[in-house]
Nanobody, 119 residues
């Protein structure tokens, strides 16, 4: 079955950096777009960044210039490099893939990894 496993979260001071990883299994990773979302306490889940199978990326205005999404198809892993972190980046970060194929169609999520930005 589809499995997404995030890692790399933690506590970091403002201005610091973290790199999140999401290892995928159960899918033909290279053909699907992948995304990173986040959800802060009391807020809705929001898209942080996405990357297509061809490597085209997009990101939320709030993280442009600070966060970079990338993928390694050989390792079936998508990354989120987060620099210049701010307290407002504190959230649980989730990896996502949408499968359009009948029988498995739907959004799939990892378990999430906590990122806390605080001094």
């Amino acid at each position: 079955q589809v499995q997404l496993v995030e890692s790399g979260g933690g506590l970091v001071q403002p201005g610091g950096s973290l790199r999140l990883s999401c290892a995928a299994s159960g899918i033909i990773f290279s053909i699907y777009s992948m995304g990173w979302y986040r959800q802060a306490p009391g807020k809705e889940r929001e898209l942080v960044a996405g990357i297509t199978s061809g490597g085209i990326t997009n990101s939320a205005d709030s993280v442009k210039g600070r966060f970079t999404i990338s993928r390694d198809n050989a390792k079936k892993t998508v990354y989120l490099q987060m620099n210049s972190l701010k307290p407002e980046d504190t959230a649980v970060y989730y990896c996502n893939v949408y499968l359009p194929v009948a029988g498995t169609r739907g959004n799939y999520w990892g378990q999430g990894t906590q990122v806390t930005v605080s001094s």
